[in-house]
């Protein structure tokens, strides 16, 4: 991660501004950062990467056009108290709220940029124990993706998920490829502060509308 002051970084995508970009040295491409709570979709030949702990991140893409984001979520459950539920069992619904509005979001951005519904294939990872106060919502992330990307028809082609690791994920839209690398020896204290004040500012924003895939 190394920024190169003479390369054109070209303007990011409409609706990104905020998003960091940069020059990846390794890769020698723009590199685009999410952060929790974000997400990024790009026509481009570039990269999208971000730390995980048990938050997921979606790759999604056009298989056919090269039209393709990462999100980076935690899913709430409704009510107080209902994120730190301990039963793995819970339904799914409960927690799909801003799932739902991280996935319908990224999906009808990729479409908005030319991409097919029916040409969208997946990869997701995440999920991990790194909160051991709330040990299940690595879990229950897990769950939602995988039966979200089953609703609509999204083919998942591979994931790393689960364990107890944090992740640190590279995707590289235009041709599909991920790179994964689990951090076994990160002091990640930041990363557990980090999703723990995430969990917090969700439960403290409002609510949302609904969103329909176009």
């Known amino acids: 991660m190394f920024a190169n002051p003479r390369a054109d970084l070209g303007r990011p995508p409409p609706g990104f501004n905020h998003i960091q970009r940069y020059w990846h040295k ?26 995980l702990g048990s938050c997921i991140s979606a790759c999604i893409r056009d298989r056919k ?42 999906i009808n951005d990729i479409l ?28 229950r992330n897990i769950r939602f993706v995988r039966e979200y990307l089953a609703t609509e028809g999204i083919p998942l082609l591979s994931d790393d998920v689960g364990d107890i690791y944090p992740r640190k994920v590279v995707y590289f839209p235009a041709t599909g490829r991920a790179l994964v690398k689990r951090l076994r020896h990160m002091h990640n204290d930041t990363l557990v502060r980090r999703e723990d004040d995430y969990r917090k500012r969700i439960r403290q924003e409002p609510e949302q509308g609904d969103i329909e895939l176009f």
Do not use: W
Request: hydrophobic content about 35%; overall charge negative.
């Open 26 to 51: 390794t890769h020698q491409c723009v590199a685009a950062r999410i952060l929790p709570g974000e997400y990024y979709v790009t026509p481009e030949n570039e990269l999208i990467t971000t730390v």
């Open 65 to 106: 056009l090269g039209i393709g984001g990462m999100n980076h979520f935690m899913l709430p459950a409704g009510g107080s108290g209902a994120l730190d539920a301990q039963d793995p069992n819970e339904p799914v619904s409960l927690a799909t709220r801003y799932g739902n509005f991280a996935m319908e979001h990224m």
């Open 112 to 139: 908005k940029q030319g991409g097919k519904k029916q040409n969208l294939e997946a990869k997701v990872f995440g999920g991990g124990r790194i909160l051991h106060k709330l040990s299940d919502v690595g879990l």
